[in-house]
């Protein structure tokens, strides 16, 4: 991303926004403004101790809900950039608490791309989920709304219109009650549960997320949805790499829980360009329009498309981890190896 310098992130508070926030200090430094929006003081309080305002000038911690409009309203003046990664995320909490989900995940995303528009943001990156991808649950499809929101925010006839657009990844290596670091916990009482011995599921590093939402703010034209080319892994090996002495207890998937993740389905085939390290589902063509979007898009990143039949799952990818792959990417992220535990 080519000198941002004034950047809100929703959530900036969360195991992405605060790594993000690094990143962006560290990189740019002729940021005039990053804005850190999220609700809760405590979490502000211990992200201050880390990246101060002292030591950075350009931070800004703002308290804020992205279900409260007028206070978005308050903290996008003058920002030209935002990256919007505040959501509720954990699978079963939605389940019991629908309502609460929606109001953040889907009225939350149309406050913020409604208060972008009249405060004339240029980008706009919000982070889904490959959950979204034939959503069987209630995070899914709440994150699978937003993600239509933000496209179809991008057909908005209003000028100057903001660049929206989404990235899509799956679990994050060593985020917050995600699957290696409950193994990491588990190991100590030397049998790992396992959902289910076929589960597998792509590898995405912190630092691969963030790199996708900078090439999304940079090179997008409205309206994509950027999906990484990533590795995948299977839970087997994880238990593996992680505690190959651990007897293993096979709890069953949870409701609405996938054996593979599901990045991109057949039906959006027909709309998906490969480029080198990413694939781009490309925005239905509005209505009205007479030319087709495949064609732009393919010129504006240098995509080819996909075959009519693709589908990106990790049970089907043709790129896969092995046991001392995953003890790398564990060593890398999480400073965990067998030989230090
Ligand atoms: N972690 C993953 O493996 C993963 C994978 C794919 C996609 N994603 C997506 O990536 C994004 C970031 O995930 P994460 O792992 O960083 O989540 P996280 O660690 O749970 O952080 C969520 C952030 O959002 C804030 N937040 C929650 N509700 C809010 C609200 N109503 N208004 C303002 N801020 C709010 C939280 O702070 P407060 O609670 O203080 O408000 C926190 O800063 C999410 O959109 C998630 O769906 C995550």
């Known amino acids: 991303m080519r000198n941002p310098t004034t950047v809100l992130v929703t959530g900036g508070t969360g195991s992405f926004g605060q790594e993000f926030v690094g990143t962006l200090l560290a990189r740019y430094p002729h940021l005039t403004r ?10 502000q309080y211990e992200m201050s101790q880390l990246f101060s305002p002292t030591q950075y000038p350009c931070l800004r911690y703002v308290i804020g809900d992205v279900r409260d409009k007028d206070r978005l ?3 996008l003046q003058g920002i030209e950039m935002v990256v919007h990664a505040a959501a509720m995320k954990h699978v079963h909490i939605a389940e019991y608490n629908p309502f609460e989900c929606v109001k953040t995940n889907i009225l939350g995303a149309q406050n913020l791309i409604e208060a972008c528009i009249e405060r004339g943001v240029q980008r706009v990156v919000a982070l889904s989920t490959d959950k979204a991808a034939n959503a069987t649950g209630l995070y899914g499809a ?14 908005a006839e209003v000028s100057p219109k903001p660049i929206f657009s989404v990235v899509r990844y799956g679990n994050v290596v060593g985020a917050r009650g995600s699957v290696i670091p409950f193994f990491i916990e588990k190991r100590k009482e030397g049998v790992l549960p396992i959902t289910h011995p076929d589960m597998t599921r792509f590898s995405i ?37 992680i505690a190959p ?8 998937i949870r409701q609405g829980e996938k054996i593979h993740e599901e990045m991109i389905m057949p039906t959006d085939a027909l709309s998906t360009l490969e480029l080198e390290k990413h694939y781009v589902i490309v925005p239905p063509e509005p209505y009205y329009s007479t030319t087709s979007n495949m ?10 498309p996909v075959a009519t039949d693709f589908a990106y799952t990790s049970g089907e990818n043709t790129d896969w981890l092995s046991i ?18």
């Open 324 to 341: 001392e792959g995953l003890r790398q990417v564990m060593q890398e992220v999480l400073k965990f190896s067998l030989a230090s535990s």
């Open 205 to 241: 590093t912190p630092q691969q997320g963030i790199d996708l939402v900078l090439f999304a703010l940079e090179r997008a034209l409205g309206g994509e949805i950027f999906v990484p080319k990533l590795p995948s892994y299977r839970i087997l090996d994880v238990a593996q790499a």
């Open 73 to 75: 309203l308050d903290a």
């Open 295 to 304: 064609t732009r898009y393919a010129e504006h990143h240098g995509g080819k």
């Open 245 to 252: 002495d651990c007897e293993h207890r096979i709890v069953g």
């Open 142 to 155: 709440t994150k699978l709304c937003a993600d239509k929101l933000f496209i179809s925010a991008s057909l």
């Open 34 to 43: 990053l804005v850190v929006f999220s609700r809760d003081e405590q979490k």
